[in-house]
Every structure is written in structure tokens, then in C-alpha cells.
């Protein structure tokens, strides 16, 4: 509830009606005064972060479990159960790339971008040496665009170096990267199933869900991992192949229970979107590799 003074001035600043009561009756808009402290600021970001509460708070623990119940809910007209889906959503993605782009991931640091001195002395050694092999060859044959611009990240970076910034660079990037996917992940959703009993707006809410307790469970993961250091967060880790399962698993429950059709049918529809989406995900993942790789 706000507690802003009320404008003496009756009249809406938003669309000009007559305001008899703290809110405009038209628009909507508080009639208060527009200049506001400190303390209200501080005061009114509280009170919006806790009323984020029952509908985003409430949300969380079924993004970790059960993304399927909140898509459920939504779809049979409780609107107001839970955080709007884009918006729960959106407000997930900023989080996750706030974490992203905070934490270096310094187990793949040390290994891919500091390395041994050893190793630095012979990468070193071995660029000199191709540098002189492709400086002849350039007499001979002109490189393309591909290959220049590799060589130029070669005069400043060793291969294990550019590796790991493309590597560093896309993890960053996750949530930007999921984003692209989500709408081609609902269409083949939406191929799948009965375009009469399922909406390509249903299926979307089922996916707006789905993507956001993947980017959840990634993003806890890896706060907890550099807080405590518990496990080494290499993309082909133990741990890494855990949290890929893990999150397959919940994907393959939640496609269960939203759909609720028999075994059978589920099974072979998941093997159809499946195959769909890895070709999807090859396909935005080579060119969103090109893109990292022509700004690193």
C-alpha cells in the first residue's frame, strides 16, 4: 500500500480526468505528488520486492520441480496464483545474466586461460611458428575472412586462450541464447500436438515456464558452486552431466504431467522434439559461435 501524500490538485496527471480518491478511476495512476525522498524510494523498493513475494516467491519453489504446475494453473484462468509468465520469466533471465557475467568460472580460468607457465611457453613457441608458416603461405594464397580473423586473435591470444573466452563468452551469453531458442522450442511443441486442443499460446506458457526453471537451476547452481566451491564447473565435469540430466529429467516429468497423454504417444513425441530441437540448438549454437567468435 502506498503512502505518498495525495496531490492537492484533483485533476489526473496521466489522462486528465477528475480524481476524487487516491487513484484515478479511468487510468488508474496514483494521484500523488511526483516528487518523492529518499526514504520513499528506499520504503516503496521494499515494499515492491516483498509484494514480488506471493507471486514470485510462491513461484520459485515450483520452477525447481514442478515448472509444469505454474503453466497448469495459469492456462485454467487463475491469473493471479502466481508471476505472469514473460514477466517471471524476464525477471529470471536478468538475474541468471547478472550471475553469469559476475563470475568468471575460475576452475575453467585456471585451466583454460592462466594455464601451466610450461604450457604458455610452448603455445607461445608453437604461434611463433605458425606465424612464420602462414606469413609464406599468404604470398602464395589469400586467406578468408575466417581465417583472418583468426590470425589475428593468434597475435594476441594462444588457441587454449581463445578457447576459453569463446567458452567464458557463451556461458555469459546463456540467457540471451535460451531467449532465441524459446519460440522455434514452442513450434515444435505445437507441431507435435493437437493444434485444436493445444495453442501455440499454451504451448508457449508451458515453454516461458520450462526455460525459466532451467535458467533457475543453472544459475543456482552455479552461485552456490563459486560461493562454496564445490564442485568443479567444467562443462563435461560430473557435475556438469548431473545438472544436464537433472534438468532433462524435469523437463520429461513436467511434458508428462502438462500434456497427460499415455506413455506410448509421450514417448514417441518426445523422441520427434527431441530431435527437432537438437537440430535447432546445432543450428543457433554454430551461428551464435561465429558471433561470439568474430567479437572476442
Not at 28 to 55: P, R
Not at 203 to 222: N, P
Not at 239 to 254: C, D, E, M, R, S
Not at 257 to 265: H, R
Amino acid at each position: 500500500m502506498s503512502h505518498g501524500k495525495l496531490r492537492e490538485d484533483s485533476t489526473c496527471q496521466n489522462c486528465g480526468d477528475s480524481v476524487l480518491v487516491r487513484f484515478c478511476p479511468s487510468c488508474g495512476q496514483e494521484n500523488t505528488e511526483t516528487k518523492k525522498s529518499f526514504h520513499y524510494l528506499f520504503t516503496h523498493f521494499l515494499e515492491d520486492l516483498i509484494h514480488y513475494d506471493s507471486s514470485f516467491w510462491k513461484a520459485l519453489k515450483y520452477l525447481l520441480i514442478q515448472p509444469e504446475k505454474l503453466s497448469l494453473t495459469y492456462l485454467s484462468g487463475k491469473r493471479q496464483a502466481f508471476m505472469a509468465p514473460v514477466r517471471l520469466f524476464i525477471f529470471i533471465n536478468i538475474i541468471s545474466f547478472i550471475i553469469f557475467n559476475s563470475f568468471t568460472f575460475k576452475e575453467i580460468e585456471n585451466k583454460y586461460l592462466k594455464g601451466t607457465q610450461s604450457e604458455l611457453i610452448i603455445e607461445t613457441k608453437n604461434k611463433e611458428s605458425k606465424k612464420i608458416t602462414k606469413n609464406s603461405a599468404k604470398q602464395e594464397v589469400n586467406v578468408n575472412y575466417l581465417d583472418e580473423k583468426f590470425n589475428k586473435l593468434e597475435e594476441k591470444y594462444t588457441p587454449t586462450q581463445i578457447m576459453f573466452q569463446a567458452l567464458h563468452k557463451g556461458l555469459q551469453n546463456l540467457p540471451k541464447w535460451l531467449f532465441l531458442i524459446m519460440p522455434f522450442f514452442a513450434f515444435t511443441l505445437w507441431l507435435t500436438h493437437n493444434k485444436k486442443k493445444w495453442w501455440y499460446f499454451d504451448h508457449g506458457i508451458f515453454t516461458f515456464h520450462y526455460f525459466a526453471s532451467f535458467l533457475l537451476i543453472s544459475s543456482l547452481t552455479t552461485l552456490l558452486n563459486q560461493i562454496f566451491g564445490l564442485f568443479g564447473y567444467e562443462i563435461h565435469g560430473y557435475f556438469g552431466i548431473f545438472i544436464f540430466l537433472f534438468l532433462n529429467v524435469i523437463f520429461i516429468k513436467a511434458y508428462f504431467l502438462f500434456y497427460k497423454e499415455s506413455w506410448m504417444k509421450s514417448i514417441l513425441k518426445l523422441f520427434v522434439i527431441y530431435f527437432l530441437n537438437t537440430l535447432i540448438f546445432v543450428s543457433t549454437f554454430i551461428l551464435f559461435f561465429l558471433y561470439i567468435f568474430y567479437t572476442i
